[in-house]
């Protein structure tokens, strides 16, 4: 069964850390781009990364998050990748979505150039 699936969210006080996971069943993400996607609660979902192909593993974030959040590819599983994020702030509460894409590897914002996604994972940051 080909599917995305996120694990790692939770509730986690103000300036904590977190690490959310992506795993793919049924294919791999070497050849493609993935992209991370949040969506707070009464808000349209928002791109906040993501990391090019295998090959380049170029990364690219949305500028609330740059500094904070890092997204990697497991060095020897080829269908995992994580979103590492570190002093979270209230603000960044919302449910936690990877993507797929492998139209050409490259990273892309829009939510039109990933077709596979995962339910998502909630994350709650909270004091």
């Known amino acids: 069964q080909v599917q995305l699936e996120e694990s790692g969210g939770g509730l986690v006080q103000p300036g904590g850390s977190l690490r959310l996971s992506c795993v793919a069943s049924g294919f791999t993400l070497d050849y493609g781009a993935v992209g991370w996607f949040r969506q707070a609660p009464g808000k349209e979902r928002e791109w906040i990364g993501c990391?090019?192909?295998?090959?380049?593993?170029?990364?690219?974030y949305k500028e609330t998050v740059e500094g904070r959040f890092t997204i990697s590819r497991d060095s020897g599983k080829k269908n995992l990748a994580y979103l590492q994020m570190s002093s979270l702030k209230l603000e960044d509460t919302g449910s936690y979505y990877c993507?797929?894409?492998?139209?050409?590897?490259?990273?892309?914002?829009?939510?039109?150039?990933?077709?596979?996604w995962g339910p998502g994972t909630q994350v709650t940051v909270a004091s």
């Open positions: 993507a797929f894409s492998n139209l050409g590897g490259q990273c892309s914002r829009g939510e039109y150039y990933y077709g596979r």
């Open positions: 990391i090019s192909d295998y090959t380049v593993r170029r990364t690219l």
